[in-house]
């Protein structure tokens, strides 16, 4: 089976877009739209950038909760209770089915532990690198694939992450997951957390 499948980067705020365009530049399969998610004609899975109770009571995950359903919010929680033992960590993304026709999935993926400023941490980074591999896994036995997935900022609303900070570190996930090492030493273990280790506004500073 092919497990490959497309990331819309997608929000309506242009200097988000503005730092993806530059982040992404060069990889394949990404398309970056300056819309909200809803506009979007096509997609299979909406990540939600949640907290890690499955509380979808605000920003985006308001939105997504509006546009599929209260029931979406309880199933939500229900499986993080079930487990998680009620409550998801950050760096971990759960797919859950959402019921709609055309839209059947989101990816259930917590930033934070509850809301809070994240900007001094790789929050980001996990977020990102923890939804990939859950749709990656999903398409390796799900008889539905995931061939798009519409992601908003991560960490860019509540969490307070810059801008230019969420999509480096969204993008460096995206660049690992592209292309794993053939082997693991401490050289790559080396290499990947000088690459990860600073975060947000700290990181701006210290990270080129």
């Known amino acids: 089976m092919d497990h490959e499948f497309e990331l819309i980067l997608v929000g309506p705020d242009r200097d988000l877009c503005a730092?993806?365009?530059?982040?992404?530049?060069?990889?394949?399969?990404?398309?970056?739209?300056?819309?909200?998610?809803?506009?979007?004609?096509?997609?299979?899975?909406?990540?939600?950038?949640?907290?890690?109770?499955?509380?979808?009571?605000?920003?985006?995950?308001?939105?997504i909760s509006r546009f599929f359903g209260d029931d979406l919010a309880r199933d939500v929680r229900r499986r993080?209770?079930?487990?998680?033992?009620?409550?998801?960590?950050?760096?971990?993304?759960?797919?859950?089915?959402?019921?709609?026709?055309?839209?059947?999935?989101?990816?259930?993926?917590?930033?934070?532990?509850?809301?809070?400023?994240?900007?001094?941490?790789?929050?980001?980074?996990?977020?990102?690198?923890?939804?990939?591999?859950?749709?990656?896994?999903?398409?390796?036995?799900?008889?539905?694939?995931?061939?798009?997935?519409?992601?908003?900022?991560l960490g860019t609303a509540t969490g307070r992450v810059p801008y230019t900070e969420a999509a480096r570190q969204m993008a460096l996930a995206y660049r690992n997951f592209l292309f794993p090492p053939e082997d693991l030493h401490w050289g790559v273990a080396d290499e990947r957390q000088r690459e990860i280790r600073y975060g947000g506004d700290f990181g701006l500073e210290l990270v080129p």
């Open 80 to 153: 993080i209770l079930a487990e998680y033992r009620g409550e998801q960590p950050v760096g971990t993304s759960m797919i859950v089915e959402t019921g709609h026709p055309r839209h059947p999935f989101i990816a259930h993926t917590p930033t934070m532990r509850v809301p809070m400023t994240i900007a001094r941490t790789d929050n980001v980074y996990r977020a990102m690198w923890g939804m990939l591999l859950a749709v990656d896994a999903h398409n390796r036995t799900a008889s539905k694939p995931i061939r798009i997935v519409a992601c908003p900022g």
């Open 19 to 63: 730092a993806w365009t530059k982040c992404f530049v060069g990889f394949p399969r990404v398309t970056i739209v300056a819309s909200k998610f809803q506009d979007l004609p096509a997609f299979d899975c909406m990540v939600s950038a949640a907290n890690s109770f499955g509380l979808m009571d605000g920003g985006v995950d308001a939105a």
